[in-house]
């Protein structure tokens, strides 16, 4: 009998060794491009493809999917990885787990996310020494975002960058920035985003880039919903239960992090700021959603191996924190979604500014020196990596209320504004439209001091100007389009369409138009009437005077000159700088489903 029990025990041994030994080789047919040219590339387009599919061949955890193909014909896919197979949607909300996006390279040279995610992927669902990070987490994995961009790729990519040799591009074969279109929408690739979002609605999102900028000791730089762009309780649940978990679990680490700050002056010694990003990026486009969204920032100057393995130390932690926190994060987020839908009755802030207030902090850097070139006749910053130094410093984090907005019941959009209403439909934006013909006080903005950037920005000429706001009686006819802010895209709806907001649709130039002078007056017209204009005006003669003594170039210009009264004249267009979509602060009309209308 104790030679059967040593047989047995001694046969359990090798099994196990035998399982191991499979495992390790398992694990190793699984290394990553990175891995196995130690850190020196990435890996490419069909690389990546490669080695997701052999992942979702490999694991019934893993499921392949597409979500869009870029302009040159090359599918975005992503990953969903679950251990109850929860493959949709519907299958993931019956989980009743927290869905969590990860996306990569939407500034494809900045890929060391692509890397340290397929390695945590591995870790999870092949070796399974990570399992325990799916237990009450739903992954939702974008390997490669700026596909065409990550392949537009060589060594001299990223000037300010320590690899990988064959670094990716930062914009799409179109020239779109990525990370500048999430309300504008231009980009076909940002169009397929904005479907998968809707269709998956993760909890929380993450956005791994690299960060170029000063030296410091730091690998992780990082920003999370900390302030009143959120919802109060995402930025709750942020700051009381997340924020400080995983400090703690970073803490844990051979690696440092920071909030994404950069200096006010030309070193760090004067103090570092942060921002409230606006939704033309990511994270602030997530806090429409009522959902936080984590910039991740690893630093251009630490080596490629350091920057995969920080951001995998990173992700692995965030996971961990969400698992063990994700019933608050589910419940904070379909809290603000209750109160979004509900309807929002409070001023909501579409603008801040730094308030001046600041806390002193230790910022873990290298001793300086302020260069003097005589190259550019500038200066620049060189740091000592032999010489770490804590700099005890300023850091300005906090920010208060620069403009706010009392939502409106519905905003009405004429329907011939067909583009328009087409980018907020990819928004997901609710939209109907009028049954019959509605007379109704609103409120309506005029436009004007325009002034237009000089240079193009993402491919738009951003506008300039001030805003006026006045309550009028119109009639709206059948097919008007209606935007019932009662509805989960409320947020979306409101910083496209108040003109003030920074990412507004008339800001990025898509309603120019409205500033433009369609009918004209000849000399033999407008000089004659200006005489008899000042003949029967004495306030209009006495502006038109010390307007002449005030301004030389108006005193010597004809066509200032005639402007001035043609402006004032009942010739002018009324409707130039009036802004088409009006506030209705009213009852909601009777309306019905919108019916999208193409262009003739």
Known sequence: MPNARRLCSWMAVCLVTLLNSAIITHAQDFATVAERTDYRLTAT?????????????????VHLDTFGVTQQEREMIVLIVSNDRAFTPAEAVATGKVKVLVQNGIHSGEICGK????????????????????????LIDIPIFSVDAHENNSWDTRANQYGPENAGFRATAQGYNLNRDFLKADAVEMQAWLRLWQKWQPHFLIDDHVTDGVDWQYEILYTLPWHLSAAPSIQNWTLSTFDPDLKRRIGETEFKMFPYAWPV??????????????????????ALWNRPGMLVEIHSLKDFKTRVLSNYALLEAVFAS???????????????????????????????KRDGDSTMVDIHGYEMEVIESDVSGGTYVTYDRDKPKTYRVPFYSTFELNQTITPPRAY????????????????????????SPLTATVEQYHLDSVEWSLDPYEGHFRTRFQSTKHETTMTFPTGTVVVDMHQPAAKVAMHALEPDARDSFVRWGLWHTIFERKEYIEAYTIDPM???MLAGSRSLRAEFEALLDADTAFANSPWARRMFFYERSPQFEPQIGLYPVVRLMGDLPETAPHRPRQPQ
């Open 530 to 532: 200006a005489e008899e």
């Open 265 to 286: 002056g030309e070193t760090y010694e004067a103090g570092v700021s942060t921002y409230v990003p606006s939704p033309r990026y990511s994270t602030g486009y997530a």
């Open 322 to 352: 969400l698992n063990d926190h994700s019933e608050s994060l589910i419940a904070a987020v379909e809290k603000a979604e209750a109160e979004t839908v509900q309807g929002l009755t409070e001023p909501y802030p579409i603008s801040f």
């Open 115 to 138: 890397e340290a995610s397929f390695a945590l992927i591995r870790d999870m669902v092949i070796t399974r020494e990570k399992d325990h990070l799916l237990d009450q987490m739903i």
């Open 45 to 61: 387009y069909d690389e990546t493809v490669d080695y997701a599919e052999r992942l979702a061949e490999a694991s019934e955890w």
């Open 412 to 435: 009405l959009i004429p329907q011939e504004w067909i583009d328009q209403i087409a980018r907020l439909a990819l928004h997901d934006v609710q939209l109907d439209e009028l049954t």
